[in-house]
T-cell receptor, first 114, second 112 residues
Framework: DAEITQSPRHKITETGRQVTLACHQT?????MFWYRQDLGHGLRLIHY???????NKGEVSDGYSVSRSNTEDLPLTLESAASSQTSVYFC?????????????FGSGTQLSVL | SQKIEQNSEALNIQEGKTATLTCNYT??????LQWYRQDPGRGPVFLLLIRENEKEKRKERLKVTFDTTLKQSLFHITASQPADSATYLC???????????WGLGTSLAVNP
């Protein structure tokens, strides 16, 4: 069965370090997204991509970057981790470019920045 | 700006009863509204999508309504089961950038 996997499931890092969270999907979807989920906030969009070599900023993109070199992967990089980036990160994909399209989510990465 | 609100208090119901969850929004009506289920430690899972011109949508024991006058969507689970216990999120497209806006979710506990 097709799926979307994230790794690692849990990560502890120190302030100032560079961290990369992996996201791999076998749905063959062109569209991929990164969200963060925090208490008191709904899911917030960090970055998204409509296809290979395409990346776009979401509402909370500062301090994060993504790259899309193939259809399956959209790694999320925290250039210099900050305590404010402690959160649960979810990767998602969708079949079409319509924002009404349903999303398929990974199981998330719990990131703690100390 | 467009906002979305879900009941912040957890909903506790008895097995077999109907659970009703609420999603309210402000300003203009979204063209689409989605409902997701999220279990602890897992990502959201898509359940239903309802369009602006649809009053009601059903899938097995699930029913979603969309009232553009009240600016509200209701999510019903009939004959609820303990396995339905989870957090339920609503989301819609809002704002000029046409991105999904997410509610905080409502926690549902179905007691045996």
């Amino acid at each position: 069965d097709a799926e979307i996997t994230q790794s690692p499931r849990h990560k502890i890092t120190e302030t100032g370090r560079q961290v990369t969270l992996a996201c791999h999907q076998t749905w063959n979807h062109n569209n991929m997204f990164w969200y963060r989920q925090d208490l008191g906030h709904g899911l917030r969009l960090i970055h998204y991509s409509y296809g290979v070599q395409d990346t776009n900023k979401g509402e909370v993109s500062d301090g994060y970057s993504v790259s899309r070199s193939n259809t399956e992967d959209l790694p999320l990089t925290l250039e210099s981790a900050a305590s404010s980036q402690t959160s649960v990160y979810f990767c998602a994909s969708s079949e079409s470019r319509q924002w009404s399209e349903k999303l398929f989510f990974g199981s998330g990465t719990q990131l703690s920045v100390l | 700006s467009q906002k979305i609100e879900q009941n912040s208090e957890a909903l506790n119901i008895q097995e077999g009863k109907t659970a009703t969850l609420t999603c309210n929004y402000t300003n203009y009506s979204p063209a689409y509204l989605q409902w997701y289920r999220q279990d602890p430690g897992r990502g959201p899972v898509f359940l239903l999508l309802i369009r602006e011109n649809e009053k009601e949508k059903r899938k097995e024991r699930l029913k979603v309504t969309f009232d553009t006058t009240l600016k509200q969507s209701l999510f019903h689970i009939t004959a609820s089961q303990p396995a339905d216990s989870a957090t339920y999120l609503c989301a819609f497209i809002g704002g000029n950038n046409r991105k999904l806006i997410w509610g905080l979710g409502t926690s549902l506990a179905v007691n045996p």
